[in-house]
Nanobody
Framework: QVQLVESGGGLVQPGGSLRLSCTAS????????IGWFRRAPGKERAFVAF????????YHADPVKGRFTISRDSAKNTVYLQMNSVAPEDTAIYYC?????????????????WGQGTQVTVSS
């Protein structure tokens, strides 16, 4: 079973930037789509973005559109989440997840492989 590992979280000031990474424990993700989700304090886990591994096509949730960008590096078997213009409401644990479900995969139940999460805190 492939395992996903997130990294890159930390403390960032409002308006700043951060880049999260997601790698697979094996050689590949073994999933056709990798997504990012986040769980803010006291809230349900919410979809952030996903990327189709083969075509590189992406989909971003409205709250992060224009500020966050999901991308992948095939040579490094890594998916990134570039976070720009962050705000305190972006504070959350960020998870990457994988799925082979086809379509617009924005629901967490559509994903069957998850990482352990990385904390992002936006504060001055």
């Amino acid at each position: 079973q492939v395992q996903l590992v997130e990294s890159g979280g930390g403390l960032v000031q409002p308006g700043g930037s951060l880049r999260l990474s997601c790698t697979a424990s094996g050689r590949t993700f073994s999933r056709n789509t990798i997504g990012w989700f986040r769980r803010a304090p006291g809230k349900e886990r919410a979809f952030v973005a996903f990327i189709r591994w083969s075509r590189g096509s992406t989909y971003h949730a409205d709250p992060v559109k224009g500020r966050f960008t999901i991308s992948r590096d095939s040579a490094k078997n890594t998916v990134y989440l570039q976070m720009n213009s962050v705000a305190p409401e972006d504070t959350a644990i960020y998870y990457c997840a994988g799925t082979n479900v086809i379509g617009v995969v924005t629901g967490e139940k559509m994903y069957d492989v998850w990482g352990q999460g990385t904390q992002v805190t936006v504060s001055s």
